[in-house]
């Protein structure tokens, strides 16, 4: 029978039961590879519930450094027997199983393909704990130190981690490693080469951080100046508001009065959530909120105003799959139409796509600069598979001569010299009018904010030229908002390339493996990652220059080719959609094999390697 | 509808206040509601008590949610900031607004279809919270702008214009606002100066949330016979359940000894809130008594006026959030951007 043998590339899922300790264990396995300095990509893949319902945790072990979901299981760590049958079913014919076999199980059970591993670790738990809640916790260490020694992790790179994790809490330190000890002793004596898949110390992490997109874009939000925080619990994104509290009381906490640089508001609703953010934002105080589809629904008719009203708001956006009752817990890029033109009336707003954390940091500070400076609603479009997953990027990085730009704000100064302060004015022709702040001055500055109804100097009109000058001024400063948003991001293919592809967020780690892929299979793509809309022209040129481009998202309508046709004014024509959708992240294997279908459909069929597709 | 600007020039002779302004400097743009609308009182008794206070104009920030009573604000305070909200989420803008600058004073103004009926959340939820701000519920029982429809404070048994009667529970602000949490608790009518200015000259100086339900007329739409909001039917259940006289910290406080008993309550910023009880069981500063009597009113039919709840060392949603003294729209890069070499260590310690 076919045995599956790799160093350091291999995929292991656990399937655990929800409730059950198993998360802090199998965090502790896959950040066991990168103190190796082998590159990790952990998801986990969870149910909506507390306790009870199945919940995995894959981990793609990746010397290579492919982040993105490879597909497929290599070892199964099959813990759980509600899902046993589903999840024997999915290991790759050569893979493995192992499982408790305490209680033995029919042959029927397993497959005549794959290799078995058992050990029966109920029975050492009951032999060692009497405590019922630690033979379940001690279970999941157990394992872990057996698939340590099965896979050869340095058992000392375990204990410095379990170390780390208890530090402080002495009374849980020692018993966690016993249990770890007691797996891995069991397994180098009992399953020595029960196992093909092997690590072997690298040198491929380098300085890499590791975490979830959600504690980093709230970081961004502690480093970008944001300031109140209002929020309504929605999943995937509750954890980017706690995160935000966290960071919070250990970095904005006045040291002399200790006293809270800072406001968090846990709101009734998202309505209020987006009140108080606007409340906060006309008043001039960064203002963000985190939220889901869901959410943003709720909070559309606030965006229009906002939108109208020019006044600075930072929406996160951590996308799952819709409706209200969809798939909370399941990643979509599904969002971004409703985001993109969010409310009634003419609107269209500003959004980020960051394809990491590290870009959720870096977007989050920069969202807030945005906002201020073209005083509107800016949306930081992550999703469930950045937010609530660890991934491993580059370091976070601050310029400490960076300075937040406010925007246009007239100031008291100005105001008393006289300057022509026209709230609706624009005055430097790039649409972005100047505004005061609430109290700056006793006579001037001063306006009564509401929806169009109004002139340039915000006095009350429904006259149509009013309503004209200012909705055209809106446009105008969508124009001045591409000079200031992130720009697309060209991977130029090795050889000239007749084919594009268009991809943003998420799906950038799995797209980066496929165009590797794919060149190997002699299809030579240039790949171009939007991080924002509005579309800058080079968009636009990409397009043009290739005869098909191929548009890879992860939603079932194509919702960034539609914005690219309708706001780019791009050919539709041009484009094919590459769309992934079942609420799992989007993988390389995916991308590979529907962009070769459709290359191998349009007859162009690649006849060497070296000649381009 | 007023059609005459009134002139820009002031007559030399109007009194000043301490601030060296006249009343006119209080005043904001020519009201566009109907001629009689209660809300124009409200607006005036607004302006007279912003006058009386010596509060500079530029210092306050007005909200409003959407409806007539919701334009008024374009109609007093002509030098403040105003924002003309959304419907029913004035109070979720005004509690941002206020987290933004705690230096600032807050009105946030409201009718009872934004408040009682789209806004009934926000309105309980800002209540709960302390937010410190000064909330007018301009209450006249009928949608005006929309042209006469029943709003969710119209008395069960009242009748609109076109003859319809209203079957469904009236909701009372006031007692909501009371379990809800708010530290002022008061109702005024818009017709009775005397008793509104006090009022809101003691709600702005209250520090927390401050709730005045002015019941307001609409001449329009529900001033006519079977109404229980119009001018008539208000004049004669009104009762009232004390007076109030409200005195900065700052004058010579004098005690009127002519009439009644009298309970002086010190406010958070040192001012000195003295009721005259008309009223001899009743005491302000007791909520469940507060409670009761606005039910045992409207149970006889009686509109219950007057300050019906104060207490006096409540704390507002900043002590509750531990906010830093500077306004937090105020801080800048120093205060907020914990710096790279922070991050180095927050990266270091995700390795």
Known sequence: MKRIEAVNDFVVKFANINGSGSASANELFAKSFLRMGIPVSPRNIFPSNIQGLPTWYEVRVTERGWLGRRGGVDLMVAMNPQTWNQDVKEIEPGGYLFYDDTRPLPSSKFRPDIHVIGMPLTEMCNAHYTDARERQLFKNIIYVGALAAMIGIEPGVIAELIGEQYKGKEKLLKPNVNAFQMGYHYAQEKLKDALGLKARRADAVGDKIFIDGNSAAALGCVYGGASVCAWYPITPSSSLAEAFQRYCSRLRVDKETGRNKFAIVQAEDELASIGIVVGAGWNGARAFTATSGPGVSLMTEFIGLAYFAEIPATIINVQRGGPSTGMPTR??????????????????HVLLFPEDPRECFEFAAQALDLADRLQTPVFVMTDLDIGMNQRLCKPFEWDDARRYDRGKVMTADELEAGKDFGRYLDVDGDGIPYRTYPGTHPKRGAYF???TTKNAYAAYSEAGPDYVYNVQRLLKKFETAKTLVPKALLTASKEPARFGAIYYGSTSPAMAEALEALAAKGIFVNALRVRAFPFQDEIFDFVQSHSKVFVIEQNRDAQLKTLLVNDAGINPVSLISVLHYDGTPITARFITEEISQIVTALNVRPIKKDKAA | MTYLAKPKLHHPTLPKNKLGYTRRDYEGKVSTLCAGCGHDSISAALIQAFWELDVEPHRVAKLSGIGCSSKTPDYFLGNSHGFNTVHGRMPSVLTGANLANRDLIYLGVSGDGDSASIGLGQFAH????????????ENNGVYGLTKGQFSATADMGSKSKRGQVNTDSAVDTIS??????ASFVARSFSGDKAQLVPLIKAAIAHQGAAFIDVISPCVAFNNHPGSTKSYDYIREHNEAVNRLDFWPSREAITIDYSEGGLIEVPQHDGSILKLRKLDADYDP?????????VARAAEKGEVLTGLLYVHAEAQDLHAHLNTYAVPLNKLGEKELCPGAGVLEKINAALR
């Not at chain 1, 990643?331 to 269209?348: L, N, P, R, W």
């Not at chain 2, 800002?126 to 519920?137: A, D, E, F, K």
């Not at chain 2, 909501?176 to 949490?181: E, V």
């Open chain 2, 126 to 137: 800002v209540m709960r919270r302390g937010v410190n701000m000064t909330y007018i519920l």
């Open chain 1, 449 to 451: 904010t509401r929806g």
């Open chain 2, 285 to 293: 500063r007791d909520r469940i008594v507060a409670l009761e009597h």
């Open chain 1, 331 to 348: 990643t979509q890029q599904a969002d971004v139409i409703s985001c993109a033109y969010a409310s009634h009336g003419d609107t269209k």
């Open chain 2, 176 to 181: 909501l606002a009371l379990i809800m949490g």
